[in-house]
């Protein structure tokens, strides 16, 4: 049996508490064995201790939307063109193994050119990459000339939508991805952001296969009709969600529906870190979204913290920009630490990811102070311990 790691003398936040508590954590075998009053652990003569006076011990942070194979740069998409499959692997792998130094754990990959970021979670739960686990959708599905045409597999109709989501399934896919409108970055001739794309009859379908086979499913939606069918349909998580009427606000408190906002990337688009088309789109949305998302928050609506990261203006990592901006949008702090921890692993289906309690990975971000009094402190980490080893930023 490996040495045990413990952090003694810090504060502990276990992803739901209010605010942190004095206690020592102790990590053995991969997980966190327990959690205890300060000083109260007893060590083995070969365990590791680490002092962790003044600093705060939070569960590792969770990204629930990025794209590896995309780069941040104003029109990632071309660059993928133009690198082709193994160089875009290569640079996938290398914003992989950015995440961990920022204290974030696990990412949801919601979108990816040649199913890059299935592969990427197989080679990190091999041990043969040094990155956060990834919980990867792969390829997009779409309708025929729908949203994210770069990695979309075309279906209409039930059926088609059926196989498109065994396809994904049997390539290794965590999670579906599917496009309920138009966007922002959207390259498909005559998008529209509000337009609605597959239909209710065919997200439904889509929803009710992805369950069946142990997969929850995350929509792209940003008009009206199309947030309105994703949710009626029982689609998991709502990627964006610019356009909320207050009917389907209403609809996703009752059902528990999730709203990922990704509300950052409007803002970097609309300021001009995209190509034109996409940079005008924005400036007409930034403001409907601010209110959908305050909206939403204010009903009651969970709210999980996803990046776009890779998309125009989206560094790999970019997670505390989204957290403050959701402040900003409305969560209170403690909402927001949540929203990148506990409420975003519940809606993952990995509720243990998101919190510190025994059985719970020992994947934890250590920041040197109070995050509750300021959230900055996340953009330096003191260390960050990954399946129990300490790594020191």
């Excluded at 040495?3 to 075998?29: F, H, K, N, S, Y």
């Excluded at 974030?104 to 592969?119: E, Q, S, Y």
Aim: charged share 25%; proline share 6%.
């Amino acid at each position: 049996m490996a040495p045990a790691l413990i952090l003694r003398d810090g504060r502990v936040w276990d992803g739901l508490a209010t605010e942190p508590r004095p206690a020592d954590v102790v990590c053995e075998d991969g997980v966190v064995r327990e959690v205890t009053g300060p000083r109260a652990a007893r060590p083995g003569p070969e365990d590791l201790e680490v002092d962790l006076a003044g600093c705060t011990v939070l569960p590792g942070l969770i990204d629930c939307h990025v794209h590896l194979v995309w780069d941040g740069s104003p029109d990632p998409a071309t660059h993928v063109d133009q690198d082709g499959e193994q160089l875009t692997t290569v640079r996938a792998a290398e914003h992989a193994r950015a995440y961990l130094p920022a204290g974030i754990t696990t990412v949801r990959d919601l979108g990816g050119n040649w199913d890059i970021a299935v592969t990427l979670a197989r080679a990190v739960d091999r041990g043969h990459l040094d990155g956060p686990t990834i919980v990867a959708a792969g390829q997009t599905v779409i309708m025929t000339g729908g949203h994210d045409p770069f990695w979309g597999i075309p279906c209409d109709g039930p059926d088609e939508v059926v196989r498109g989501v065994r396809g994904q399934v049997a390539k290794g896919a965590g999670v579906i991805k599917t496009a309920a409108t138009g966007g922002v970055y959207g390259q498909t001739h005559g998008e529209e952001v509000g337009a609605s794309e597959l239909t209710y009859e065919e997200l439904a379908a889509l929803a009710h296969e992805a369950h069946r086979r142990g997969r929850r499913v995350a929509a792209h939606a940003l008009g009206e009709e199309g947030v309105r069918n994703a949710v009626r349909a029982g689609i998991d998580t709502i990627e964006h969600g610019v356009f909320l009427a207050d009917d389907v606000i209403e609809d996703m408190v009752r059902r528990g529906t999730v709203l990922c906002p990704t509300a950052e990337v409007y803002r970097r688009i609309a300021d001009g870190q995209a190509p034109d088309y996409a940079v005008r789109k924005a400036r007409d949305v930034v403001e409907a979204h601010r209110r959908s998302v305050t909206r939403a928050i204010e009903a009651g609506v969970p709210v999980i913290a996803g990046t776009d990261a890779g998309a125009p203006g989206m560094a790999h990592p970019s997670l505390v920009d989204e957290i403050t901006t959701l402040r900003d949008y409305g969560l209170s702090t403690l909402q927001a630490l949540r929203a990148a921890t506990s409420t975003a692993a519940d809606a993952l289906g990995r509720p243990a990811a998101g919190r510190v309690y025994p059985g719970s990975p020992a994947d934890l971000l250590l920041v040197d102070g109070d995050p509750f009094t300021d959230l900055a402190l996340l953009r330096r980490p003191w260390g960050v311990v990954r399946h129990q080893k300490l790594r020191r930023s």
